[in-house]
C-alpha cells in the first residue's frame, strides 16, 4: 500500500487463530470470531504516527468502517504490542477467505 512505501517492514506475520478474513471487493475485511477462528497471514510493519493518521483516514476509522485494535501474533511476534484495522459492518454476505486475502478469493 502506497502509505506504507517509507516505513519499516518487519516481516511475514500469522495471527493466532481467532480470526478470519472476507471479500469485499478491492479490500479484505478481518474479523474476530468466536468459532472457527483460523490463523491469518499477514505483514507487520513499524509505522510513524504520520502514517497512522494516514492509515486511519484510508480505512475510514472515524465513518466507522474500520476500527483500529489489538491483535495477538504468533513467534516471533508474539510480545509485540500490535494492531490490526478490523472491519466493523456486517460480513454474511461476503465471500469467507478463511486465512489469506486475494481479490474475489
Request: proline share 2%; with cysteine.
Amino acid at each position: 500500500h502506497y502509505c506504507l512505501r517509507s516505513q519499516e517492514f518487519l516481516g511475514e506475520c500469522q495471527t493466532v487463530a481467532q480470526y478470519r478474513l472476507f471479500d469485499c471487493g478491492r479490500y479484505p475485511a478481518l474479523v474476530r470470531v468466536a468459532a472457527n477462528g483460523v490463523s491469518v497471514k499477514g505483514e507487520l510493519f513499524r509505522v510513524d504516527q504520520n502514517c497512522l493518521t494516514q492509515l486511519d483516514l484510508v480505512e475510514a476509522v472515524n465513518e466507522g468502517l474500520y476500527e483500529r485494535a489489538g491483535i495477538q501474533l504468533l513467534v516471533p511476534f508474539e510480545s509485540l504490542d500490535v494492531d490490526a484495522y478490523f472491519y466493523r459492518q456486517s460480513v454474511l454476505e461476503l465471500a469467507d477467505c478463511g486465512d489469506h486475502w486475494e481479490s474475489n478469493c
